[in-house]
């Protein structure tokens, strides 16, 4: 397959480059070659690649800034993939892209997870946007695999594993509390560019979930983390209200990936073992990250 990929510089796109690039021909523009939210370049440069696969991992991410940069959101949320779902109609490819669990209120009992046609009740902008985003994708691409995933984490770009050791060993360090009462599965970028990878090669069609087995608070994310890299660092549980902010945050973040399982494609394992194995791979070179912010 010849796969263009967007956002491949990001925390899953890079994931993305390495793992489809082993058994497929990868392209991968960066911005500045392609912006999304133009019709006329993607046309341009989908006319001369011609792609069996158009992979978006372009998204505007940051919850606190979406709240007060509707603008900018809905270029790059909803009228960038739109442009590529309309594109990939137009030139008869497929369509990946990537939503998260944010379209959900989370207000759902624990443990009960949400499933792939579980109505959508976002409680923040960006939630909104991600919704909004997944309504451009399957109303103008016949092809079309949308993924929601959630609470990643990775080697590159920012994410919750990097705020907490830049808090616990950071140049001003600070007590680190974290929520008992918010649950999700924490789930490694690597193993979700595998999850891609295989719904691509099994020509998955529809909207999957794809997070981790398992699921954990906060709180146990925070104290295992620490824990595995031999940082001393004290966590102190409190509750998702005494957490102050401009976003509302859905307490209940676990997504059950049942439309994969069905298929026989599903290739998540416990959030534990992979976190095991991230850190093992990675944890020093966080850590002295982290030591220089």
Not at 107 to 135: C, H, R, T, V
Not at 258 to 270: A, E, F, I, P, Y
Request: charged content about 25%; proline content about 5%.
């Amino acid at each position: 397959m010849k796969i263009f990929i967007v956002g491949s510089t990001g925390m899953l796109g890079s994931e993305c480059k390495n793992v489809l690039s082993q058994d497929h021909e990868v392209i991968c523009p960066d911005k500045r070659e392609v912006n999304i939210i133009s019709w006329d370049v993607v046309i341009e440069s989908l006319t001369v690649v011609s792609p069996d696969v158009i992979l978006n991992c372009v998204g505007f991410t940051d919850t606190e800034a979406c709240e007060k940069e509707d603008f900018l959101v809905r270029k790059i949320n909803i009228e960038g993939p739109r442009n590529l779902a309309q594109a990939s109609a137009r030139f008869g490819c497929k369509m990946v892209h990537i939503s998260c669990g944010h379209v959900f209120d989370g207000k759902k009992g624990m443990p009960q997870p949400y499933f792939e046609d579980d109505a959508p009740n976002p409680l923040s902008s960006y939630g909104k946007s991600k919704m909004e985003s997944e309504i451009a994708v399957r109303s103008n691409s016949p092809n079309y695999i949308i993924i929601r995933s959630m609470c990643l984490y990775g080697v590159n770009g920012k994410n919750l594993i990097k705020s907490i050791l830049a808090k616990a060993v950071g140049r001003r360090p600070k007590v680190l509390k974290m929520p008992e009462d918010q649950f999700g599965a924490p789930t490694w970028s690597y193993r979700l560019a595998l999850q891609i990878r295989e719904l691509l090669e099994k020509n998955g069609r529809g909207t999957y979930h794809a997070t981790a087995v398992g699921y954990c608070s906060g709180f146990e994310f925070a104290e295992h983390l620490l824990n595995q890299l031999n940082i001393k660092t004290s966590v102190e549980p409190c509750s998702l209200k005494d957490l102050k902010g401009p976003v509302a945050k859905p307490a209940n973040c676990l997504l059950e990936n049942r439309l994969s399982k069905k298929q026989g494609v599903n290739v998540m394992v416990d959030w534990k073992e992979d976190l095991d194995r991230f850190l093992e791979e990675f944890g020093e070179e966080l850590i002295k990250e982290a030591k220089q912010r």
